[in-house]
């Protein structure tokens, strides 16, 4: 007999596709990882079952435990929130997901169908309102507003757990174990090639999916020629460069993350180093693009429709800009990102998709 006992166990060990029809003559091989097929449909599913495993050992950043009748918290309006309840539900622990309000508003999307479904408690990131001042609010809505939605979610997150002995917030953006469950990544990409990897990269966000790839291949001696980090027009981020391309001394990580933290009392936000900053600091990535919505959606577009893989925006700025590095490196070199999540939690807002993490 060959059979699973849990849904956990099948995420990961994703194959790994060459592109042909979208892959170009003349240069590099690109290769993606087809993280779309995990159980949840995303790449978070290996981060989020590291968290709650970390969870469980009380490897967290205040030594606190998830027990048997614990609630794991978290903040997300993306691949998270759906990756987060599926872990959960696996191992019998209660969630409490708080989806970003301006994501959100407007009615249910599918990314909020998604989670649902998997039986979280659900509830709507309160307004920055709550934790500022109206002054505060106007000033750092000229930096980032979104960024205000997001601290908003985190800081819900912190007061949720404190209230409760029982309840643990995993927070993808601090976790090291969000981009230790991504090793798994960079060990089986290293497999799949037989360690020839001279290029790779894929959307950075939190850094976690990034870094974790790299560690797994430097852990098996690898270190690509070049590293590059993606970033599609209008995605949350935790750094901040100019133009639509640099290189790795021109990245620096905002400081208007720390100084909302600061105000709003989130404390974990100030005493801890993001997953970016340490992958910065680790020299990581060599250099990063910005890709346009048009040019993001275009790919994503011609991946289902000319390699049948059925993904999303973020996959589609990701290979958009492997191209440009197989084009550069020429034929006999393989460059390697990931699909990075299903097309159908985005459906409801077709054509006009939005990124998510």
Known sequence: ????????????RTPLLKLNRVGEEGCANVFVKLEHLNPSGSYKDRMALAMVEAAERGDTWNGKKLTRDGVVIEASAGNTAPAVAMVCAAKGYRSKIFLYRYQVEGGNNSRVLITQAYGPIVGISSEPAS????????????QDPD????????MDCQLEEDKSMCSVWVDQIYNKYNYIGQKS????????????????????????????????????????ERVFGVVPNGSEKYFAFEGDHAEYSQIRVTDTKSKIADAMG????VVEDPIVKIMLDAGYPDEIF?????????MANRLCQEEGIFCGMSSGANVAVALQI???????????T????????????????????
């Open 1 to 12: 007999m060959d059979y699973i006992n849990s849904i956990t166990e099948a995420i990961g």
């Open 131 to 142: 934790y500022l001042t109206e002054e505060q609010i106007e000033e750092f809505s000229r």
């Open 147 to 154: 960024l205000l939605h997001v601290l908003s979610a985190k």
């Open 185 to 224: 990544l960079g060990r089986e990409i290293y497999e799949q090639l037989d360690g020839k990897v001279d290029a790779i990269g894929c959307s950075v966000s939190s850094g976690a999916s990034l870094y974790g790839m790299i560690c797994g291949l430097k852990e098996q001696g690898v270190r690509p």
């Open 266 to 269: 989130l404390k974990k936000w």
């Open 290 to 298: 910005c890709v346009s919505d048009e040019d993001a959606r275009a």
């Open 326 to 336: 197989a084009r550069r490196l020429g034929p006999g070199k393989n460059v390697v």
């Open 338 to 357: 990931t699909i990075v999540d299903r097309r159908d939690r985005y459906l409801s807002e077709a054509p006009c998709e939005k990124y998510v993490v």
